[in-house]
């Protein structure tokens, strides 16, 4: 069993910044693909971002193509997910997830991809 947690959400003004970080149990931990989804009211819940094992392959919804970095540290079981030049349109809980497989490059990764899902954390971008 693998239990993630969420920390760093919060209320930020567009055009600032956040950083997420999710603490992973399990001590296979470097094996893990770990990924970051968002779900806002009313919406269905969606890709953001995913690393793969070693971090050298990167995954990125579009809408956050060159404002949001993803990163991990295996030797803390941490992933975090940079934030910046925030928008309203961002505002939404944010869930760290293990993902079931790797897939191509510049792919995208859906909820059903998942096996197991943090708490989220609550991100407020205000206009």
């Known amino acids: 069993q693998v239990q993630l947690v969420e920390s760093g959400g919060g209320l930020v003004q567009a055009g600032g910044s956040l950083r997420l970080s999710c603490a992973a149990s399990?001590?296979?931990?470097?094996?893990?693909?770990m990924g970051w989804f968002r779900q806002a009211p009313g919406k269905e819940r969606e890709f953001v971002s995913a690393?793969?094992?070693?971090?050298?392959?990167?995954y990125y919804a579009d809408s956050v193509k060159g404002r949001f970095t993803i990163s991990r540290d295996n030797a803390k079981n941490t992933v975090a997910l940079q934030m910046n030049s925030l928008k309203p349109e961002d505002t939404a809980v944010y869930y760290c997830?293990?993902?079931?497989?790797?897939?191509?490059?510049?792919?995208?990764?859906?909820?059903?991809?998942?096996?197991?899902w943090g708490q989220g954390t609550q991100v407020t971008v205000s206009s």
């Open positions: 690393i793969r094992w070693s971090g050298g392959i990167t």
């Open positions: 997830a293990v993902l079931r497989f790797a897939k191509a490059s510049g792919s995208y990764y859906y909820p059903s991809d998942a096996d197991y």
């Open positions: 399990g001590r296979t931990f470097s094996t893990y693909i």
